[in-house]
């Protein structure tokens, strides 16, 4: 095998002891390796075998998450960019990383509860999801006015009049021992563990990144064989709504899934097919409901639920814009 990565890492155990670690990656006949030896006091003392397999972009999702998880257990490498990410944290990212990081360690838990009651109610009457609604840094950093709003990262000129009102009603009764602007926080941190608690995050958006990948490459398999959303879902662990925007998503991205749709759809009615595709026709792809009511009727239920009817109308979906494309794809060249 041949190594074409390696880099070290050590980190404080105990009382100012050094450990080592050596991260590295090694490729031979197209096959991946991707590994983790521990050494203490010079001496190797256990490895760890991460991948091994053929695709270089799964080897990439799971040592960016393996490595994650070790820098948020403290190990800091000796060659910097150990990610191999393009972009970096602007200034401006890292302010509101660290004020989200002083947040999560000294909220006010009854404002934050008041702010969740809030949200709910609201979201609900408004049909909008409930973190869009208010930033979970209002609780912790108490705002009394429309100017210090403004300074809380992800509240805009357009939520506080909007919202504005609700909120102040809610923090500025509570007693507070800060002041505005935040600039104070930063003296707050304690550095080090606002880095590990960086690579906490970066753990989870890689794991995120890692489960996409995983599972992209069962459902391709899966399609391939011919197998239905039943199989798939047992294999991947994903329940069936999840299954099917995962599904679409394959589709954007040029993949061919008719297999699958063939498979799912092979005990619908013909004529109740083409309902659906009329349906699509008349009043558009964008929202289902219609869709449902134009074919099933307004006061359409059904004993089992809806759930596999939605599933009939997403796979119908994809049928059909999938033609429509290339007729909108014709329109727009001329």
Known sequence: MQIVFMNRLSRISGVDQEV?????????????SLGWRDFSGGEETQEHLWY??????????????????KMGDGYRPLID???????????????????QYYSEYNGNEAIYEELCAWRRSRA???????????????????????EELLQIPGVGEGKVAQYGT????????????????LNWV????????????????????????????RLRRI??????????????????????????????????????????????LKNVPQNEQEAIWNAYVEVGDLFLKPVLHKVYG????????????????????????????PKVDMATSF
């Not at 391709?220 to 039943?230: K, R, V």
Request: aromatic share 10%; proline share 2%; charged share 30%.
């Open 298 to 325: 307004e006061d359409f239920s059904a004993a089992e639920g809806l759930d596999s009817y939605y599933e009939r109308l997403r796979l119908m979906r994809i049928r059909f814009r999938r033609e429509q494309a």
């Open 20 to 32: 080592f670690a050596q991260l590295w990656i090694g490729e031979e006949e197209g096959v991946w």
């Open 124 to 146: 609900s009457s408004e049909r909008k999801a409930p973190y869009i609604l208010a930033s979970s840094l209002i609780s912790t950093f108490l705002p009394h006015t429309p």
């Open 52 to 69: 091994a397999g053929g695709s270089w972009n799964e080897m990439l999702c799971v040592y960016r998450h393996e490595l994650a998880v």
């Open 81 to 99: 960019g150990v990610f191999h990410e393009e972009d970096g944290l602007t200034g401006r990212n890292q302010e509101q990383l660290r004020l």
């Open 219 to 264: 459902l391709l398999q899966g399609i391939e064989n011919g197998l239905g959303l039943e199989q798939l879902k047992v294999n991947s662990g994903v329940n069936r709504r999840e299954l099917i925007e995962a599904v679409e998503e394959l589709e954007r991205e040029g993949y061919c899934v008719e297999k699958l749709i063939e498979v799912e």
């Open 166 to 181: 609700d909120w102040l009603a809610i923090t500025s009764t509570a007693a507070r021992e800060h002041s505005f602007p």
């Open 186 to 213: 930063h003296q707050e941190i304690e550095e080090d563990s606002f880095v590990s608690w960086l690579y906490k995050q970066k753990e989870v958006k890689y794991k995120k990144q890692l489960e996409r990948l």
